[in-house]
């Protein structure tokens, strides 16, 4: 029986698409996009509102706001355009159902007419959700207009990352956003939380019995985090010198794998209780000093266009973190992201501790690595669990084999979709919650003023030979394999 506070706080797992849409007291009857003309609404929204369309939850009104002064007939060609680069267009019913949903308020962010027109636009719309796709420089003075034009009563705030950039504007974000929303009307956005392999670490961890009484410092050898990506910054040099892989990738994406391979077990079966959990990892990790990181950038990032002549921002950053808490205190976690990599993909391997005793040549980490859990997030979701067995023979020699699931939904949703649809609804499982951001930035506080400089490496490697030397008193870096066994 689900008590008054899993009630309130919403179930761990994912809905069905049977109640996908949540009852009319609490759902949206509006969506806005601000930054209805920009990449972001380009490449994902609106191809996932199409697939919203297609799967019959996405019902409401849905209002482009941006400063191009644009008319509906042009947002609706962006709209197909798209969806059309996307993918295809498969279903010409649902595209038209989309499009004659499609409004348009074109105007400056800081001018309150703006908001008066949005207003006048949302019609007879009371509780719309507000998604925030814009640089975060313009966040402030968005949710500021909404609270001024009475925009904000009963609705929601969805923001995209990065929700500051340290510690101190972090903590003003969230002032001004509390000031105008209720804590939990607001749902930071993190597509990487959206991803059905991210959300089944939480799940395997969890539904699982064999894991846990090995889940710990007194079997765990080191944990690792690998998220390559084989292009660079794609003409984006100018938002890249803003930010750098630290505060793009680590903070959020890599900080949040963490949080969800280290957090205890919730409570109860709430997404509250996890929230409580995940913080926790956070005001836990030890602050990492200069020394704990190393920074690199790809050979022909300073030619990219709006990159600085002698730019130190870095592509990429590999990090050494640990976490002082009873379960992990010792075992050390190395983060490592950057682009114009080896290869694009993302693998976590959990390292064991070899047997205490050498009853066997070849069964020591001397002859390789020791057994391991390996979570393969992308190109493809997998779990793979690595233990040795002996060869044919008198012998008493063998070799490391995987016992590997492969985890293929073609037809799943997409993070986008994903999250869209749970801000919607009110179901903020898959966000994250005020303390856990300004725990996260206060771990980086440090080596945001002081680092040691940018070391160059090829496109094409696995980073700078710096981040070998970071890793090498607990073994070498594992590199994502490129196809499933």
Same mark, same amino acid.
């Given at each position: 029986?689900?008590?008054?506070?899993?009630?309130?706080?919403?179930?761990?797992?994912?809905?069905?698409?049977?109640?996908?849409?949540?009852?009319a007291a609490?759902?949206?009857?509006?969506?806005?996009?601000? %930054? =209805?003309?920009?990449?972001?609404?380009?490449?994902? /929204?609106? #191809? *996932? $509102?199409? @697939?919203?369309?297609? &799967?019959g939850v996405l019902n409401v009104p849905v209002v482009g706001v941006a400063g191009s002064q644009w008319r509906q007939a042009?947002?609706?060609?962006?709209?197909?355009?798209?969806?059309?680069?996307?993918?295809?267009?498969?279903?010409?019913?649902?595209?038209?159902?989309?499009?004659?949903?499609?409004?348009?308020?074109?105007?400056?962010?800081?001018?309150?007419?703006?908001?008066?027109?949005?207003?006048?636009?949302?019609? %007879? =719309?009371?509780?719309?959700?507000?998604?925030?796709? /814009?640089? #975060? *420089? $313009?966040? @402030?003075?968005?949710? &500021?207009?909404?609270?001024?034009?009475?925009?904000?009563?009963?609705?929601?705030?969805?923001?995209?990352?990065?929700?500051?950039?340290?510690?101190?504007?972090?903590?003003?974000?969230?002032?001004?956003?509390?000031?105008?929303?209720?804590?939990?009307?607001?749902?930071?956005?993190?597509?990487?939380?959206?991803?059905?392999a991210i959300m089944n670490i939480l799940y395997f961890r969890f539904a699982n019995s064999f894991l846990e009484p090995i889940w710990n410092r007194n079997c765990v050898a080191s944990v690792q985090i690998t998220l390559a990506e084989d292009f660079g910054v794609k003409g984006r040099g100018a938002f890249y010198e803003s930010a750098g892989c630290l505060r793009d990738v680590i903070q959020n994406h890599l900080f949040q794998i963490v949080a969800?391979?280290?957090?205890?077990?919730?409570?109860?079966?709430?997404y509250g209780a996890v929230h409580c959990e995940k913080a926790k990892v956070f005001q836990a990790m030890r602050p990492l000093l200069p020394d704990d990181v190393v920074r690199g950038q790809y050979a022909g990032y300073r030619k990219e266009p709006g990159v600085a002549k002698d730019s130190d921002v870095e592509t990429f950053c590999a990090l050494r973190l640990f976490i002082d808490s009873w379960r992990w205190e010792g075992v050390p976690w190395y983060l490592r992201s950057g682009k114009c990599l080896a290869a694009t993909a993302a693998e976590v391997l959990v390292e064991l501790k070899p047997?205490?005793?050498?009853?066997?040549?070849?069964?020591?980490?001397?002859?390789?690595?020791?057994?391991?859990?390996?979570?393969?997030?992308?190109?493809?979701?997998?779990?793979?669990?690595?233990?040795?067995?002996?060869?044919?023979?008198?012998?008493?020699?063998?070799?490391?084999?995987?016992?590997?699931?492969?985890?293929?939904?073609?037809?799943?949703?997409?993070?986008?979709?994903?999250?869209?649809?749970?801000?919607?609804a009110g179901d903020g499982a898959l966000f994250t919650r005020q303390d856990a951001v300004e725990a996260a930035w206060a771990v980086l506080a440090q080596v945001l003023d002081t680092r040691h400089r940018a070391h160059r490496y090829q496109p094409g490697s696995w980073g700078p030979q710096q981040a070998n030397a970071l890793i090498a008193a607990d073994g070498i870096w594992h590199n994502p394999i490129q196809e499933a066994p």
């Open positions: 029986m689900k008590s008054k506070r899993d009630s309130a706080q919403g179930n761990i797992h994912h809905r069905t698409k049977s109640n996908n849409v949540a009852d609490d759902a949206t009857d509006a969506l806005v996009i601000f %930054g =209805a003309t920009g990449d972001l609404a380009r490449k994902m /929204i609106f #191809p *996932a $509102l199409y @697939a919203m369309t297609k &799967r042009q947002l609706r060609k962006q709209v197909t355009d798209s969806i059309r680069q996307a993918g295809r267009i498969d279903d010409r019913d649902a595209l038209k159902r989309l499009l004659s949903r499609l409004r348009y308020v074109g105007g400056d962010y800081n001018d309150p007419a703006t908001f008066t027109a949005l207003k006048q636009a949302l019609g %007879g =719309a009371r509780r719309p959700a507000h998604y925030l796709a /814009i640089p #975060p *420089a $313009l966040f @402030a003075t968005v949710i &500021r207009g909404l609270g001024a034009a009475g925009l904000a009563d009963q609705a929601r705030v969805i923001v995209e990352k990065p929700f500051g950039r340290d510690l101190a504007s972090a903590r003003e974000l969230n002032r001004i956003a509390l000031s105008v929303f209720a804590e939990d009307s607001i749902f930071r956005i993190d597509h990487y939380l959206g991803k059905e969800l391979l280290a957090m205890e077990p919730p409570a109860y079966q709430g047997p205490p005793q050498k009853l066997f040549d070849d069964s020591t980490p001397l002859a390789g690595r020791a057994n391991y859990l390996r979570f393969r997030l992308s190109p493809n979701a997998a779990v793979a669990l690595a233990a040795r067995v002996k060869r044919a023979g008198k012998e008493f020699v063998g070799d490391q084999r995987e016992l590997y699931l492969l985890d293929q939904q073609p037809n799943a949703e997409t993070p986008y979709e994903r999250l869209l649809g749970d801000a919607m």
